[in-house]
């Protein structure tokens, strides 16, 4: 069984940085996409940022310029750098495999972000 384990959370001021890492054990990391979600308190689960096999990145609007996805398949790890942050960005951060749109993997415990002053 796939499991995923995010990391790199944490409490940031705004305009801050934050780098989040994801780990997946198993095979499909590198044979599917891979994407980073968030939650917001009272918030539906959202895609922030999704990234090919081949390394091609696609972004949410709302992140579009401050974020970068990343991964490295040798490492069955994929980054979320996070930068310009906003108080907006609070939210638990996930990372799964995506196919057809939809995440394949049941989800990890995920990361805590909160960017407040």
């Known amino acids: 069984q796939v499991q995923l384990v995010e990391s790199g959370g944490g409490l940031v001021q705004p305009g801050g940085s934050l780098r989040l890492s994801c780990a997946a054990s198993g095979s499909v990391f590198s044979t599917n996409a891979m994407g980073w979600y968030r939650q917001a308190p009272g918030k539906q689960r959202e895609l922030v940022a999704i990234?090919?096999?081949?390394?091609?990145?696609n972004y949410a609007d709302s992140v579009k310029g401050r974020f970068t996805i990343s991964r490295d398949n040798a490492k069955n790890t994929v980054y979320l750098q996070m930068d310009s942050l906003k108080p907006e960005d609070t939210a638990v951060y996930f990372c799964?495999?995506?196919?057809?749109?939809?995440?394949?993997?049941?989800w990890g415990q995920g990361t805590q972000v909160i960017v407040s002053s």
């Open positions: 799964n495999a995506v196919v057809g749109g939809l995440a394949l993997l049941h």
């Open positions: 990234i090919t096999t081949g390394g091609l990145p």
